[in-house]
T-cell receptor, first 115, second 113 residues
Framework: NAGVTQTPKFQVLKTGQSMTLQCAQD?????MYWYRQDPGMGLRLIYY???????DKGEVPNGYNVSRLNKREFSLRLESAAPSQTSVYFC??????????????FGSGTRLTVV | AQSVTQPDIHITVSEGASLELRCNYS??????LFWYVQSPGQGLQLLLK??????LVQGIKGFEAEFKRSQSSFNLRKPSVHWSDAAEYFC???????????FGTGTQLKVEL
């Protein structure tokens, strides 16, 4: 099925370990996003990429890095995981300009636990 | 700062009853407004959206929402709730330039049979 694919779906890390969350979309969207979801806080933007070759910080970028590998793929890296990064991570994509009228398409999420 | 507020954290309704979920935004101009639904363990699915024009918009699954500029609100409604509507609902707004969405904190809907 067309859409946004995130891997892995679940991950447990020890404090200080690193990992990369992968995201790929096959809708030829220009823009991609990483959000984290925490109880009672909704979704908060970590980083986004308006187009291939560009990335920008969102609301909560500390402790994360991103790479827009190509138009399809946008990865999120935790260099040294901390318990405060325990969360559910969502990747999303969208068109730009008038195409944004279709809103975001979300992946199914990665549930990350840092112990 | 632009913000989206969902005042109700939890709402419980009986199956067949009507539903209204509240959403207020804080922004000078009219933002693009969205409602998303999230079933347990799933991603977010778009229910409906408003950009301009008719202030009453229809979405999927029988949902509708009304934009009221004077109240800075975009409330979600459904005339008759089904047990399968139990989920978490998020209001979101594109405020300012770019395509970034700001989300509310969500409203958890429970449906009693």
């Amino acid at each position: 099925n067309a859409g946004v694919t995130q891997t892995p779906k679940f991950q447990v890390l020890k404090t200080g370990q690193s990992m990369t969350l992968q995201c790929a979309q096959d809708m030829n969207h220009n823009s991609m996003y990483w959000y984290r979801q925490d109880p009672g806080m909704g979704l908060r933007l970590i980083y986004y990429s308006a187009s291939e070759g560009t990335t920008d910080k969102g609301e909560v970028p500390n402790g994360y890095n991103v790479s827009r590998l190509n138009k399809r793929e946008f990865s999120l890296r935790l260099e040294s995981a901390a318990p405060s990064q325990t969360s559910v991570y969502f990747c999303a994509s969208s068109e730009r300009g008038t195409g944004f009228s279709y809103g975001y398409t979300f992946g199914s999420g990665t549930r990350l636990t840092v112990v | 700062a632009q913000s989206v507020t969902q005042p109700d954290i939890h709402i419980t309704v009986s199956e067949g009853a009507s539903l209204e979920l509240r959403c207020n935004y804080s922004y000078g101009a009219t933002p693009y407004l969205f409602w998303y639904v999230q079933s347990p363990g799933q991603g977010l699915q778009l229910l409906l959206k408003y950009f301009s024009g008719d202030t009453l918009v229809q979405g999927i699954k029988g949902f509708e929402a009304e934009f009221k500029r004077s109240q800075s609100s975009f409330n979600l409604r459904k005339p008759s709730v089904h047990w399968s509507d139990a989920a978490e609902y998020f209001c979101a707004a594109r405020t300012g330039g770019g395509n970034k969405l700001t989300f509310g904190t969500g409203t958890q809907l429970k449906v009693e049979l």
